[in-house]
């Protein structure tokens, strides 16, 4: 195999998080969650959660084409991003109960395809394999916003 590929399936398998027997997926979720706990900088939060999604787009392609199967489950580096997105825009002070809630919710949006996403997937290469998890980030980070919205009225 080139090494071209062998970086390229390093990456799409978050160096081999995608290997992982029993729902590759949530264990790439949980590494975007340990990220999100660790880098304390809203900043530097947002600056790799912007690269984690541009490299996803730049890798998925080819690791599809490698792999030799459409939207190949050992690709986790579409999940890793999209719970990047999840917690993009929650401040680090944030109520644990709201952390849990956002992985459960991205995980649930992500299996569940609300549209647009059932219609994403079904896209060829990267836009199929990462968009759907993409808005599974983005629909469960609104939701998550408006959660704690409603926790500080109601409060």
């Known amino acids: ?4 590929d062998k970086v390229c399936l390093a990456i799409a398998t978050l160096f ?5 027997p029993l729902c590759p997926g949530t ?8 990220v999100f706990l660790l880098v304390k900088s809203q900043s530097y939060f947002f600056i790799f959660t912007l690269v984690s999604v541009i ?3 730049l890798v998925s ?3 599809e084409k490698v792999f030799g199967e459409k939207d190949c489950k050992k690709i986790v580096i579409d999940d890793f991003s999209g719970m990047l997105i999840t917690f993009l825009f929650i401040p680090r002070d944030v109520n ?4 849990i809630a956002g992985f459960f ?3 649930m949006l992500d299996m569940l395809k609300v549209p647009p996403s059932d219609r994403i997937e079904k896209a060829n290469g990267a836009l199929g394999i990462v968009g759907d998890d993409i808005v599974a980030g983005v629909y469960a980070s609104f939701i998550l916003q408006a959660v704690r919205l409603l926790l500080k009225i109601t409060s």
Do not use: C, K, N, Q
Request: aromatic share 16%; charged share 10%.
């Open 16 to 20: 081999g998080v995608g290997y992982t």
């Open 1 to 4: 195999m080139p090494f071209r």
């Open 27 to 34: 264990a790439a979720s949980v590494a975007a969650l340990a």
């Open 61 to 63: 392609t080819r690791a």
């Open 55 to 57: 490299v996803s787009f």
């Open 96 to 99: 644990f109960i709201i952390i």
């Open 105 to 107: 919710l991205f995980r």
